[in-house]
């Protein structure tokens, strides 16, 4: 538990500061950009190499090769749902979150 | 194709925006470690490129478009859509970006020092993801 507050902290503060960054970029695609930051990545592994080592965090990079690539599937489907369907883009994100999650799981098999 | 840094676009949004991308950024890492220790790193892993920030900004990017064109007196539905796809295509060129920032850290952190990984790995990522954006505007472009 004493640990899961920094934490909670630390990734907020980075996941934020990203948010920020892409939030003042202009065109808009540009600013999407930041919407697949390594936000999270950062702070999680800087906590995982203060904790576990260097080994530890390569383990969870490999893995992190398969989640970007269901993002990778996850962002252009959202793209499509809005640009082609119409649909609003809270609704395009939950549908995409589910197709993220397929992918992440069978791209997480294949790579370990 | 010019990027420009719009300060005032801060005042667009409202504090809860920014207190939900915080709240969610500390809870998906949180679960991350969580995750870690109940199912090692090769789980957790996957997590590290979770969409922590897409679903608020996308749709902060969509209201937003719509309320500026609804102050002109028209309906600002339609262009907030297609500002929320223009997200959406910088976000999946992102993700190929960070495919490569995963990528490096796989490489090089059991070698190399880690301050040196990670930022070096943040770098790579800035630039694959710049010169994507420059390659699909000049292909769209040229289109």
Redesign the interface.
């Known amino acids: 538990m004493s640990e899961l507050i920094p934490r909670f902290f630390i990734g907020g503060s980075v996941v934020s500061l990203f948010a920020v960054m892409g939030g003042i970029l202009k065109p808009t695609s540009f600013a999407g950009l930041f919407g697949a930051a390594p936000s999270v990545a950062i702070a999680t592994l800087g906590l995982a190499v203060a904790k576990e080592g260097n080994s530890y965090a390569g383990v969870e990079c490999r893995s992190m090769v398969g989640g970007a690539a269901a993002l990778f599937l996850f962002s252009v489907a959202a793209c499509h749902l809005i640009l082609h369907f119409r649909i609003r883009a809270w609704i395009a994100s939950l549908i995409s979150l589910g197709l993220w999650a397929g992918a992440a799981f069978v791209l997480f098999h294949l790579l370990n | 194709m010019i990027?420009?840094?719009?300060?005032s676009?801060?005042k667009e949004?409202k504090w809860q925006d920014?207190a939900i991308?915080?709240?969610?950024?500390?809870?998906?890492?949180?679960a991350?470690?969580?995750i870690?220790k109940k199912a090692?790193?090769?789980?957790?892993?996957?997590?590290?490129?979770?969409?922590?920030?897409?679903?608020?900004?996308?749709?902060?990017?969509?209201r937003e478009?719509a309320e500026r064109k609804a102050r002109k007196g028209l309906r600002g539905e339609?262009r907030?859509?297609?500002?929320?796809?223009?997200?959406?295509?910088?976000?999946?060129?992102?993700?190929?970006?960070?495919?490569l920032?995963?990528?490096?850290?796989?490489s090089f952190?059991?070698?190399?020092p880690?301050p040196l990984?990670?930022v070096s790995?943040?770098v790579v990522?800035m630039i694959a993801?710049?010169a994507l954006?420059f390659g699909?505007?000049r292909f769209r472009w040229r289109r």
């Open positions: 990027i420009k840094i719009d300060i676009a801060l949004s920014y991308r915080f709240v969610f950024g500390g809870l998906v890492t949180v991350t470690g969580i870690a090692g790193p090769a789980a957790a892993g996957l997590f590290l490129a979770f969409p922590a920030i897409f679903p608020a900004s996308v749709t902060l990017v969509q478009a339609e907030g859509k297609d500002a929320a796809a223009d997200y959406s295509a910088g976000a999946a060129l992102g993700s190929l970006a960070l495919l920032f995963a990528a490096w850290g796989w952190l059991p070698s190399y880690a990984v990670l790995a943040l990522w993801s710049g954006w699909w505007k």
